[in-house]
T-cell receptor, first 117, second 109 residues
Framework: DTEVTQTPKHLVMGMTNKKSLKCEQH?????MYWYKQKAKKPPELMFV???????INESVPSRFSPECPNSSLLNLHLHALQPEDSALYLC????????????????FGPGTRLTVT | SQQGEEDPQALSIQEGENATMNCSYK?????LQWYRQNSGRGLVHLIL?????REKHSGRLRVTLDTSKKSSSLLITASRAADTASYFC?????????FGEGTQLTVNP
């Protein structure tokens, strides 16, 4: 199984709502990633979890709160978002990348299209 | 901040022609990957090239890497209409991964 699944596919939320995005993989990968992608732009890395611990936070606002409850699941909790947060949110997984060591291919999910009204 | 820049930003060719996309990066990398993305969907991994490799092939794809010039190129030979997509390079340095701006390729039947 080389699939990364993401739910929901689409999400519309108001600025006062609290919602969560979910990502799941069963490839035994121990690194999981959240990316944000605006239209016609490349994905921007938000968070990296390695062995279920947050290893990279790319200065993401606190209204985005990641959680990795186990090695197969990755959540992104959303609260008090702004309209400019509307984007495609992509999850990916791989074996953990290290500076000295073999590279590992990332597998991406199909994304959640988020609209903040 | 984006590490990579890609050119051209948009490329339109006829089916059967070859398509070449370039990616340049500013900082050190261990490895570089190329992905394709169909409109509004997830990314599909195409090929990975390590910093000690100069060229790699996979089917109709050929990737080169020139670490002295901090650049990489992706060549798609004998293009097909189904190759229409956005193509991104991604530099890897440890666990830090950064995408280039991408090239939108349109292959006209």
């Amino acid at each position: 199984d080389t699939e990364v699944t993401q739910t929901p596919k689409h999400l519309v939320m108001g600025m006062t709502n609290k919602k969560s995005l979910k990502c799941e993989q069963h490839m035994g990968h121990r690194a999981m990633y959240w990316y944000k992608q605006k239209a016609k732009k490349p994905p921007e890395l938000m968070f990296v979890y390695s062995y279920e611990k947050l290893s990279i936070n790319e200065s993401v606002p606190s209204r985005f709160s990641p959680e990795c409850p186990n090695s197969s699941l990755l959540n992104l909790h959303l609260h008090a978002l702004q309209p400019e947060d509307s984007a495609l949110y992509l999850c990916a997984s791989s074996q953990p990348q290290v500076r000295i060591g073999p590279p590992y291919e990332q597998y991406f999910g199909p994304g959640t299209r988020l609209t903040v009204t | 901040s984006q590490q990579g820049e890609e050119d051209p930003q948009a490329l339109s060719i006829q089916e059967g022609e070859n398509a070449t996309m370039n990616c340049s990066y500013k900082t050190s990398i261990n490895n570089l990957q190329w992905y394709r993305q169909n409109s509004g969907r997830g990314l599909v991994h195409l090929i990975l090239i390590r910093s000690n490799e100069r060229e790699k092939h996979s089917g109709r794809l050929r990737v080169t890497l020139d670490t002295s010039k901090k650049s990489s190129s992706l060549l798609i030979t004998a293009s097909r209409a189904a190759d229409t997509a956005s193509y991104f390079c991604e530099g890897i340095y440890g666990s830090r991964l950064t995408f280039g701006e991408g090239t939108q390729l349109t292959v006209n039947p």
